[in-house]
């Protein structure tokens, strides 16, 4: 039997660091959520509810990062700030009452999600083997 007290503590990579964001599973993640219809909300909808949160907390951190590395009045980086903010503004946001509640926070997290895939790839564009990235 292990001691959870020997254990090392879990370490994450480091900001904007050698392991890339899958910035295509977490749009997959987002549309399924935006996919999400009306009625009842089903049994799946908290774990799409607890992925989005998890993909917020993965983004801001990279996205904020990335926009730290440009000059203060770059138009994309205050973008990406605004994005930020109000990604985890919706994160720590409650639900609300109501049936429509988690639903209308799913989707909500689900579009901070997007925005944030979009201002990492903004600010994060591809290399090409050729020349430097093109921003």
């Known amino acids: 039997m292990h001691d959870h007290k020997s254990l090392p503590p879990p370490t994450a990579p480091p900001l904007g660091g050698s392991v890339p964001v899958d910035v295509a599973t977490l749009r997959v993640t987002a549309g399924q ?6 009625g009842a909300p ?6 799409l509810a607890d992925a989005l949160r ?4 993965l983004l801001v951190p990279e996205v904020r990062a990335l ?14 700030k605004a994005g930020c903010d109000e990604a985890w503004r919706r994160l720590h946001t409650p639900r609300g009452f ?5 639903r209308h926070q799913v989707r909500r997290l689900a ?7 979009d201002h990492y790839e903004t600010l994060n564009p ?10």
């Open 33 to 38: 959520a935006l996919a999400v219809g009306d």
């Open 42 to 47: 089903g049994p799946g909808l908290s774990d």
């Open 54 to 57: 998890g993909h917020v907390q």
């Open 67 to 80: 926009a730290r590395e440009l000059p203060a009045e770059d138009a994309a980086a205050q973008a990406a």
């Open 98 to 102: 109501g049936p429509d509640a988690a």
């Open 111 to 117: 579009r901070s999600v997007q925005s944030l895939c």
């Open 126 to 135: 591809p290399v090409d083997a050729d020349g430097p990235a093109v921003r």
